[in-house]
């Protein structure tokens, strides 16, 4: 059984940072690609931040790209996304995703496992 469970999520001003956490369990961690994608209310998902098996490939939404860091530790089977420069309409529900493909991350919005979600709530 695959699990993924996303940590960090809050509230902070605008300008401010959070760094999120995505624990996974349930197959080899490294063997697949890891990506973030976020909702905000009344709209649709959308693709973040995605991560390409060892060492890592990076690909990111242009809305986030030079904000936002994804990254992995493969010992400890966790993906990060470290959120600098925070703006009101980061506001949203943050989701981790995993798929042995980061294309179907990353362009297509898909993922065959996903986490609950960690709410980020950026204050103007």
């Known amino acids: 059984q695959v699990q993924l469970v996303e940590s960090g999520g809050g509230l902070v001003q605008a300008g401010g940072s959070l760094r999120l956490s995505c624990a996974a369990s349930g197959r080899t961690f490294s063997n697949y690609a890891m990506g973030w994608f976020r909702q905000a209310p009344g709209k649709e998902r959308e693709f973040v931040a995605a991560?390409?098996?060892?060492?890592?490939?990076?690909y990111y939404a242009r809305s986030v790209k030079g904000r936002f860091t994804i990254s992995r530790d493969n010992a400890e089977n966790t993906v990060y996304l470290q959120m600098n420069s925070l703006k009101p309409e980061d506001t949203a529900v943050y989701y981790c995703?995993?798929?042995?493909?980061?294309?179907?991350?990353?362009?297509?919005?898909?993922?065959?496992?996903w986490g609950q979600g960690t709410q980020v709530t950026v204050s103007s």
């Open positions: 991560i390409n098996l060892s060492p890592g490939s990076t």
């Open positions: 995703a995993t798929d042995p493909a980061v294309g179907r991350l990353a362009v297509t919005g898909n993922g065959d496992y």
